[in-house]
């Protein structure tokens, strides 16, 4: 996991547990998606972005072709 991911999880998971806010949530779980990280996660993040894009809050990743 990059250094930088890392932050972001302490930072929101300090947030969370004082003022959660969907909106930071459902952007660091899509940036997680995103860069495929979550699937080296523990199985509650991975539910939890499971979860989210079944709710249409996240999506899958959208793939791309470079040439």
Request: proline share 1%.
């Amino acid at each position: 996991m990059k250094k930088e991911t890392l932050l972001k999880l302490i930072a929101w998971e300090r947030n969370y547990l004082r003022d959660y806010d969907v909106t930071s949530t459902a952007r660091l779980f899509q940036d997680l998606i995103d860069s495929g990280e979550v699937q080296d996660m523990g199985d509650w993040y991975k539910d939890t972005a499971g979860q989210l894009i079944s709710m249409g809050i996240c999506h899958r990743p959208i793939l791309k072709v470079i040439k």
